[in-house]
């Protein structure tokens, strides 16, 4: 079993549309939640982060971390053009510093 | 803020060839990262330094990669002898402990032939 999860897409939506980006993982070690975005071409920024279960909100986008259910979401709302681009989940290990990437999930809004 | 500085931003090779990236970190940070990313893949961790030590190479194929930061500050990369599966992009991050997110550069594009 991989240690992360996460459907790579393409995913392609019209604007304004809700998108929701998923990831499950399997180590139980795993204590910080982050989402990455990556345009072409770029190295990844960071989006969201957070090290406990519920919902974190920031403008348009939700990170929502279940952990007993060991599932990530990342929700953007009235999705616009410049949302493009591909998301990664990642996640720390407690008392670790490096990041553990799942695979990345290509989006593309429609205008 | 000046962010994280990779050269050169492409490089084309042959296989069995050398190859040296260069990363210059975030003023002040002092853990450095090196990634490598395959194409529709995540970056996956090749070593971590702290400073001019390493704290996490468990990842890089000793045989023929390496790297060193001098002085705690840059940092290279090199591939002797390059494979074609090394196609890849490398990318630099690094981070302000304790905490923090980790910032990376823009990468360096390398296509082994």
């Known amino acids: 079993q991989k240690e992360v999860e996460q459907d790579p897409g393409p995913l392609s939506v019209p604007e304004g549309a809700i998108v929701s980006l998923n990831c499950t993982y399997s180590n139980s070690a795993f204590q910080y939640f982050m989402w990455y975005r990556q345009y072409s071409r770029k190295g990844p920024e960071l989006l969201m982060y957070?090290?406990?279960?519920g919902n974190k909100e920031d403008g348009r986008f939700t990170a929502q971390v279940d952990k007993s259910s060991k599932y990530i979401s990342l929700f953007i709302r009235d999705s616009q053009p410049s949302d493009s681009a591909t998301y990664l989940c990642a996640f720390i290990i407690q008392g670790a510093q490096k990041l553990v990437f799942g695979q990345g999930t290509r989006l593309t809004i429609n205008p | 803020e000046a962010g994280v500085a990779q050269s050169p931003r492409y490089k084309i090779i042959e296989k069995r060839q050398s190859v040296a990236f260069w990363c210059n970190p975030i003023s002040g940070h002092a853990t450095l990262y090196w990634y490598q990313q395959i194409l529709g893949q995540g970056p996956k961790l090749l070593i971590q330094f702290q400073n001019n030590g390493v704290v996490d190479d468990s990842q890089l194929p000793k045989d023929r990669f390496s790297a060193e930061r001098l002085k705690g500050v840059d940092s290279t990369l090199k591939i002797q002898p390059a494979k074609l599966e090394d196609s890849a992009v490398y990318l630099c991050?690094?981070?302000?402990?304790?905490?923090?997110?980790?910032?990376f550069g823009p990468g360096t594009r390398l296509t082994v032939l």
């Open positions: 957070t090290y406990s279960s």
């Open positions: 991050a690094s981070r302000l402990p304790p905490g923090g997110a980790q910032f």
